[in-house]
Structure formats: C-alpha cells, structure tokens
C-alpha cells in the first residue's frame, strides 16, 4: 500500500472502513472498534510483513541435496535414514516425470489420433527411454526401497557392465 493511501479519510489504520447507509449508531460504534483493533494488525501486515517476504512458489523449493548412503559411516544411523529419505523424494519425482510424460504421449495419440504412431515417435522415444532408466534404477527393488539396496543394485550392475557388456546383450565369451 502506498502511504497516500493511509491517509484517506475512510481508512483507520489500513483497514478501510465501510460506507453505512446509517440504520443505527450501534453499527458504525462496532465497525469503528473493529478498525481500531484490527487496524494495526493490518497495518503491520501490509507495511512490514509484506514487502519483507520473500515470494517464491512453493512448489520450485529445492531441498539441499545430502550425502548419499556410500559416503555415510557405518554406524551413522541419522546419515543413512536421511540418504533414504533422499532416495524415497528422488523415486517421487522420477515417477511423477515419468507419469507426466506418459500422459503427454496419451494426449498426443489422441489428439493425432490416425497418424498417432507416426507424429507422436519423439515423444514415445522420450517416454520409453525415461522408462527404461526407472527400472534401471528402481526396478526389482520392491516396495520398501532403501538407499543401501538401490546403492548395492548399482554396484552389481556396474560390475556386471565392466565385465560382460551392456545388460541385455549377453554375456561376452571367453577368448583363451
């Protein structure tokens, strides 16, 4: 509010007072005490509070990220239940990415309903690669995910990668 506003004849502390078409004195005595004690608040509100607070949309918060569950010690049970924590938000989002791009690529199948397939291919690419890098991460894991499985799953794969190839093309065969 602008300080020229605050000096208008109808305001009583910032808080606007309301034009009475006069039917009885006990209704302007209760409005006049209700600008009186609910002025200030307003006035703190709207002067100090205000311009003071940050805007920001709740939903954009960026958490700090914390140390994954390999960078924790052994004992550190408040480390691990953290990494956890981190990993359940991480296991949200990606789902969420990945509900939101499957709907993108119903909408557009229905939308270019007879040539579906062939004008919506990026999406459906976009879609099947996001869905591939779900249940590499997260698959087989079950319901009760824990940073220490999902961190060994990555592990063993990893390993399995630097030996036989990418998973899926078989194993390599011995050259003796």
Same mark, same amino acid.
């Given at each position: 509010?602008?300080?020229?506003?605050?000096?208008?004849?109808?305001?009583?502390?910032?808080?606007?007072?309301?034009?009475?078409?006069?039917?009885?004195?006990?209704?302007?005595?209760?409005?006049?005490?209700?600008?009186?004690?609910?002025?200030?608040?307003?006035?703190?509100?709207?002067?100090?509070?205000?311009?003071?607070?940050?805007?920001?949309?709740?939903?954009?918060? #960026?958490?700090?990220?914390?140390?994954?569950?390999?960078?924790?010690? +052994?004992?550190? =049970?408040? !480390? $691990?239940?953290? *990494?956890?924590?981190?990993?359940?938000?991480?296991?949200?989002?990606?789902?969420?990415?990945?509900?939101?791009?499957? #709907?993108?690529?119903?909408?557009?199948?229905?939308?270019?309903?007879? +040539?579906?397939? =062939?004008? !919506? $291919?990026?999406? *459906?690419?976009?879609?099947?690669?996001?869905?591939?890098?779900?249940?590499?991460?997260?698959?087989?894991?079950?319901?009760?995910?824990?940073?220490?499985?999902?961190?060994?799953?990555?592990?063993?794969?990893?390993?399995?990668?630097?030996?036989?190839?990418?998973?899926?093309?078989?194993?390599?065969?011995?050259?003796?």
């Amino acid at each position: 509010m602008s300080s020229d506003s605050d000096t208008m004849p109808g305001r009583i502390f910032g808080y606007e007072k309301q034009v009475h078409t006069g039917r009885n004195s006990i209704e302007d005595f209760l409005e006049v005490l209700k600008g009186v004690f609910l002025g200030p608040a307003i006035w703190v509100r709207e002067t100090i509070v205000k311009p003071n607070q940050q805007d920001y949309n709740y939903y954009h918060e #960026q958490l700090r990220r914390v140390p994954t569950v390999d960078q924790c010690y +052994d004992d550190d =049970r408040l !480390c $691990k239940w953290e *990494a956890n924590q981190q990993l359940i938000r991480d296991k949200l989002v990606d789902s969420n990415i990945l509900s939101i791009l499957r #709907q993108r690529y119903e909408d557009c199948r229905i939308y270019e309903s007879p +040539d579906g397939m =062939r004008k !919506c $291919k990026p999406l *459906a690419d976009i879609y099947q690669e996001a869905e591939e890098n779900y249940s590499i991460k997260y698959g087989d894991l079950g319901v009760a995910v824990t940073a220490e499985r999902c961190y060994a799953k990555q592990l063993n794969r990893m390993l399995w990668e630097r030996r036989h190839g990418p998973v899926g093309t078989g194993m390599k065969k011995d050259s003796l």
